[in-house]
């Protein structure tokens, strides 16, 4: 008597029909066609876990790293001072370049005159008779004199400034500001800031 009542109040399991045979079938329960091997659709539920077109992720990432090294590039040649190498940042460094910039120094003209007199020397050296190697030779002494003479009066008007503006010189900046100056105009790093003759505040 009790088993056919806990019979009667069980009700039977759903059955639930596996997704892969609901989508294989049509609306009246036929087939809509061949069910797919096991190995297809488990291939068709894989996603790859990098880039399918690896040239085109390469190729955006060389394009961002070209775009971050032109950005410094820029900040380097600027002077910003996030982007400046240890040698370059500080604010007795800036002024020591622009304290050079802003001079017309002969030391600039030092390594197109040296280039000069290798030309000569070694070009044009059996051009030239005994006496005339002897004053080609004398004559570049005579610059280089030139040039330890305008880096010494280079030297004293840049301590003299710093200490007129910071009260004190830090290390190195004499020697940085200095040697500065030996150096062409366009080819100096960072770039010149200020005009030729233009008055430091």
């Known amino acids: 008597m009790f088993g056919s009542k806990k019979k009667q109040n069980e009700a039977p399991a759903p059955q639930v029909t596996p997704p892969e045979e609901l989508s294989d079938r049509k609306a009246d329960g036929s087939k809509k066609g061949p069910t797919p091997r ?35 590039r820029r900040g380097m040649q600027t002077g910003e001072e996030q982007y400046l ?13 622009n304290f050079a910039d802003a001079r017309t120094c002969l030391a600039e003209f030092f390594f197109p005159v040296i280039l000069l007199y290798f ?3 070694i070009g044009f050296s059996s051009m030239l008779s005994p006496s005339g190697q002897v004053t080609t030779t004398l004559m570049m002494y005579v610059v280089i004199l030139i040039l330890i003479v305008d880096m010494f009066i280079t030297w004293r008007a840049l301590k003299k400034a710093v200490i007129a503006k910071f009260g004190e010189v830090e290390r190195g900046v004499l020697w940085y500001g200095t040697f500065r100056t030996i150096q062409m105009r366009f080819m100096r790093q960072p770039k010149a800031q200020v005009k030729r003759g233009a008055k430091l505040d």
């Open 38 to 72: 096991q190995r297809d659709q488990v291939a068709a539920r894989q996603r790859p876990l990098v880039s399918a077109n690896r040239s085109e992720a390469k190729a955006r990432d060389r394009q961002r790293r070209a775009e971050e090294q032109a950005k410094i």
């Open 85 to 97: 190498t240890a040698r370059d940042r500080g604010p007795q460094k800036r002024f020591a370049r």
């Open 119 to 121: 030309i000569v020397a």
